[in-house]
């Protein structure tokens, strides 16, 4: 991905994922030096807009050959933490990977940490969990902090998570202090992240089928909250949060797209999926962002993965801190706000982006509130730092393979390229394990 000029650090990323805190640390002037992601398909997806391939297998890695860096990242499994899930907590085969990042830690000895979990981790085992958490972080002789984030002041998304920072250094600790997310106003709406039009063929393969929508108004949670709870009105402020099994939890919790104009109580049309695109677009991914070809797999993806716009105020609240000089420490947060900012003008379609350009800025600060521009004012429009989002719809091409190419030739060709990939990343997996 295109890096900007700015601040100078390396990083590692553990459990990347398709790369959200690359995309965050990157747009700050961050560099990647390593990183290790088990699943295949994410792998896949990180190379193909990243240019290289993360190590398959923490649990595996010789930690000596891990390049030096700053900053150790990452989302480490949830699945065990999610009140959605079975809440084995760090008992769980994927809660235990936790304890992968004190390896690292112990090996590398970084001089900060950026962790993120769903806020879930807060809670399990009446705080046990969160409590062990940063027990084992500071029996590493590093001082811890964490906030709760929830990203619906940058992207039109309910997403609380928590964030653990940490730091080697006493004076590093005393420094830092979390960017407050800058607030939109008027604030961003969901059909911002919309699709203007849809030509029929692909609404009708997003819509819900009339039996799959019967079987919506049937589920517990219509039953016992009411259809509403299922639809995501058009004008709402956010969405529910994107969950990792969105397309394939029709009957549970899902949210749909509600019809253009839906009233409360009126469903004259079926509502429909959000499509892949739109779900990237909800999590802060830029249009540039290249998709898995499989619809499900891609909102598995963009389920777990970080927001890139909170990544980058975390993180440059985290390399500010790392910084002696208070000037340095000022420019790095001011670059960060400015990045996260970006970020969303990156993450909508460009008939939408005007709309952004023109939102109201306010900064929250300790003391006072108080509007500073635009976001044109912030990052300007057209520069050469902010992505350029291309056509959402090449002719032709089918909706579950939306990667965002010019042409129809060009299209296939990277379809083929993915698929075939894929097979090779599978088969190399089988030969190594």
């Known amino acids: 991905m295109e890096k900007p000029t700015g601040t100078s650090f390396k990083f590692i990323e553990i459990f990347a994922g398709i790369g959200g805190f690359a995309l965050g640390l990157e747009s700050i002037g961050g560099e990647c030096v390593w990183a290790c992601e088990l699943n295949s398909a994410s792998r896949l997806v990180y190379k193909v807009n990243f240019g290289h391939t993360p190590y398959f297998d923490i649990t595996k890695a010789d930690l000596s050959t891990i390049p030096a860096f700053d900053v150790l990242t990452a989302g480490f499994p949830c699945q065990d933490f999610s009140t959605l899930g079975d809440q084995k907590g760090l008992e769980g085969e994927r809660g235990k990977l936790f304890f992968q990042i004190i390896r690292v830690m112990k090996e590398c000895q970084p001089p900060a940490i950026l962790l993120e979990n769903v806020k879930g981790l807060l809670t399990m085992d009446n705080g046990k969990a969160m409590q062990k958490c940063l027990q084992d972080l500071e029996s590493e002789g590093y001082y811890v902090t964490f906030k709760v984030i929830n990203s619906k002041s940058l992207v039109p998304q309910y997403r609380n998570r928590v964030y653990i920072v940490a730091f080697k250094n006493k004076s590093a600790f005393e420094r830092f202090e979390f960017l407050e997310s800058p607030v939109l106003s008027p604030p961003r709406l969901v059909k911002d992240i919309l699709h203007d039009k849809i030509e029929e063929p692909f609404l009708e393969h997003w819509r819900l089928s009339v039996s799959a929508w019967k079987s919506v108004k049937r589920s517990k949670t219509a039953i016992k909250y009411g259809i509403e709870k299922r639809l995501c009105r058009q004008d709402a402020q956010v969405s529910d949060t994107l969950l990792a099994n969105y397309r ?181 997996n089988i030969i190594v394990m």
């Open 248 to 428: 394939n939890s029709r009957t549970s919790v899902a949210q749909f797209v509600a019809p253009e104009g839906y009233t409360k109580g009126e469903v004259g049309t079926r509502p429909r999926w959000f499509s892949p695109r739109e779900c990237a677009r909800l999590m802060g991914f830029p249009e540039t962002f290249q998709l898995h070809p499989k619809e499900t797999k891609t909102c598995e993806q963009l389920g777990n993965a970080v927001v890139p716009p909170i990544i980058a105020l975390v993180g440059g609240a985290v390399v500010s801190a790392l910084e002696s000089s208070k000037s340095q420490r000022i420019r790095i947060r001011d670059n960060a706000l400015r990045a996260s900012l970006r970020l969303c003008v990156n993450a909508t379609g460009i008939s939408k982006q005007e709309i952004l350009y023109g939102k109201q800025v306010l900064i929250l600060g300790t003391e006072v509130n108080e509007f500073k521009g635009t976001v044109s004012d912030f990052v300007g429009r057209n520069s050469s730092s902010c992505m350029i989002a291309q056509e959402e719809y090449p002719p032709r091409i089918q909706p579950n393979n939306e990667i965002n190419e010019n042409t129809i030739s060009s299209g296939r060709l990277r379809i083929l390229y993915l698929v075939a990939s894929f097979c090779l990343a599978s088969v190399a």
